[in-house]
């Protein structure tokens, strides 16, 4: 082999030394107590751009197209970083904080998104600064005493015994997938001890969930990952209300049960997303029962009621249940992630556990040392529980309440609105903070036609989302489309929401003009 050249060894002492000299410059971005100043001067500087962004901002929504945002984005060198923070946050205005959709605008009235309080926030700032992991408990330590207290206060709250259990997750889907393995493995148990070792493959085939036409479409998708396929699923027939009908839940069991096929969980929501409708929890608790099956409670949007001053009512039975979903970024006005699994027996956890010598060994568990990881299908994950303790802190649980109770009051009003607007359908009177409705206006005397309201209304929402005036969502019913409001902002009031309406009426008015034009 020939030995370099003195050239070639002085070329590789200098490019060494420019990296170290890189990485010691590196090091000045570290977060410890040597760079603690830096870490809060950039912080601010993060803080004021958000900050000043969100009080020059006029509405909510540029109206950019995904082709443009795209190009932007996509012209970016990553190979060439910045000089310094100012310069990204500038940069970062333009990319993202300029055309970002913005929840606390009154005007934002589309999906299960809440404008997030100030408390959480905070939570925010501390948990990703000190970066817990809350697997284990020699990563998390206190970190996992808070978010063991507040499951426990959840399932107080839900109405649970001291057996309760649970753990944070990120979302209402991940929730119900949970809630839903440990059902599927529950069940799979209670067959094994009756027909013996049947390895699981064998097992799956008879399993079925039931669920009402109107639930989450994360039941369906759970019930594919856990091997079981979207045909598991039966959907069950609602009442005009959009509730599950416990008549037809019944029959659904019945015949299930005749024909040797197992009910492994029956998924009551309380809170659909299109109908905010909450499943007749008691009366279906009686069914499950009766089949010994498992009732999963899909709460993550109606979970807030929990905290209601005034609505709370609504989700009688919910004690009944075998599990609960409850979303903390929908109705505890949290920023995302942040949402809870509970199930009424702990030891139902165990279904879900699984040791590893390497990070919970059975020797930790067997000692009583709490490591989360135990019980939760995620292994590193965020202390996203502070936010939620925060805010419990600083505001109280009323507080809470009151803001969601604020946003159902003004669905209400908003549906008395609608229902005695002539040229506006009520698809169903308004339960918790959504409402699904049609423009429909008089055309030559008569209300415009089904399929010219089904082209209309997408159109609608299309145009005013592309001029960021408002933003509205769309669904369908019964085949047909319509627009829905989904109001969650204690600050917006009647006339707000007046305004978004007066704005599809103009728009659907513009559009039909147009479209009469373009024939003629």
Same mark, same amino acid.
């Given at each position: 082999?020939?030995?370099?050249?003195? @050239?070639?060894?002085?070329?590789?002492?200098?490019?060494? $030394?420019?990296?170290?000299?890189?990485? !010691?410059a590196a090091t000045n971005q570290l977060f410890n107590a040597?760079?603690?100043?830096?870490?809060?001067?950039?912080?601010?500087?993060?803080?004021?751009?958000?900050?000043?962004?969100?009080?020059?901002?006029?509405?909510?929504?540029?109206g950019v197209g995904h082709a443009e945002l795209k190009a932007k984005v996509g012209a970016v060198d990553l190979e060439r970083p910045l000089p310094d923070t100012a310069a990204a946050l500038e940069e970062l205005d333009e990319l993202y904080l300029k055309d970002a959709i913005y929840f606390h605008d009154s005007r934002y009235a589309a999906h299960?998104?809440?404008?997030?309080? =100030?408390?959480?926030?905070?939570?925010?700032?501390?948990?990703?600064?000190?970066?817990?992991?809350? /697997?284990?408990?020699?990563q998390s330590a206190g970190a996992t005493m808070i978010e063991r207290r507040l499951i426990d206060w959840?399932?107080?709250?839900?109405?649970?015994?001291?057996?309760?259990?649970?753990?944070?997750?990120?979302? $209402?889907?991940?929730?119900?997938?949970?809630?839903?393995?440990?059902?599927?493995?529950?069940?799979?148990?209670?067959?094994?001890?009756?027909? &013996?070792?049947a390895r699981l493959p064998h097992l799956l085939d008879r399993l079925r969930i039931f669920t009402s036409v109107d639930s989450h479409f994360s039941i369906q998708k759970s019930a594919s990952m856990l091997g079981l396929g979207f045909d598991a699923v039966v959907a069950v027939p609602t009442t005009e209300d959009h509730r599950m009908d416990p008549t037809a839940l019944a029959a659904a069991l019945a015949e299930a049960h005749d024909a040797g096929l197992v009910p492994m969980a029956v998924v009551a929501t309380a809170g659909t997303t299109?109908?905010?409708?909450?499943?007749?929890?008691?009366?279906?608790?009686?069914?499950?029962?009766?089949? +010994?099956?498992?009732?999963?409670? /899909? $709460?993550?949007?109606? &979970?807030?009621? =929990?905290?209601? $001053?005034?609505?709370?009512?609504?989700? +009688? &039975?919910?004690?009944?249940?075998?599990?609960v979903t409850v979303d903390f970024h929908k109705t505890f006005f949290q920023p995302v992630s942040s949402s809870a699994?509970?199930?009424?027996?702990?030891?139902?956890?165990g279904h879900v556990t699984y040791y590893a010598d390497y990070l919970n060994? @059975?020797?930790?568990?067997?000692?009583?040392?709490?490591?989360?990881v135990d019980k939760s299908i995620q292994t590193t994950r965020r202390f996203d529980a502070l936010k939620l303790w925060l805010t419990l802190r600083i505001m109280g649980a009323d507080a809470i309440g009151a803001l969601f109770d604020e946003a159902i009051d003004l669905a209400a009003r908003v549906g008395t609105l609608l229902a005695d607007d002539a040229e506006f359908e009520l698809a169903a009177p308004p339960q918790l903070s959504t409402l699904v409705f049609r423009y429909r206006p008089v055309v030559d005397g008569a209300a415009l036609d089904e399929d010219a309201a089904d082209v209309l209304n997408p159109a609608i929402r299309a145009a005013i989302f592309a001029s960021g005036q408002a933003v509205v969502a769309g669904t369908k019913v019964a085949g047909r489309h319509y627009l829905k409001?989904?109001?969650?902002?204690?600050?917006?009031?009647?006339? /707000?929401?007046?305004?978004?309406?007066? !704005?599809?009426?103009?728009? &659907?008015?513009?559009l039909l003009a147009n479209t009469t034009e373009a024939a003629a």
């Open positions: 082999m020939t030995s370099p050249s003195v @050239e070639e060894r002085i070329a590789q002492e200098q490019d060494f $030394g420019s990296k170290v000299e890189l990485a !010691l040597r760079n603690s100043p830096s870490y809060v001067a950039q912080v601010l500087q993060g803080v004021n751009a958000v900050s000043t962004k969100v009080q020059r901002t006029a509405q909510p929504f540029t299960l998104n809440c404008p997030v309080v =100030i408390p959480a926030l905070v939570g925010e700032a501390v948990l990703s600064a000190v970066n817990s992991s809350m /697997d284990t408990w020699d959840t399932a107080e709250r839900i109405g649970f015994t001291e057996d309760a259990d649970g753990v944070f997750t990120s979302g $209402g889907s991940q929730s119900n997938f949970q809630a839903l393995l440990i059902a599927r493995n529950h069940a799979v148990a209670k067959l094994r001890a009756a027909n &013996g070792d299109d109908f905010g409708s909450v499943d007749p929890l008691s009366e279906m608790a009686v069914l499950v029962r009766a089949y +010994d099956s498992w009732l999963h409670v /899909d $709460g993550a949007y109606g &979970g807030g009621l =929990i905290v209601s $001053g005034r609505h709370r009512h609504l989700l +009688d &039975g919910i004690h009944l249940a075998d599990s699994v509970l199930v009424r027996n702990g030891s139902m956890m060994p @059975e020797s930790a568990a067997k000692a009583e040392i709490p490591n989360q409001f989904t109001l969650l902002n204690a600050e917006a009031s009647l006339r /707000d929401i007046q305004e978004i309406i007066e !704005l599809i009426r103009r728009t &659907g008015d513009n």
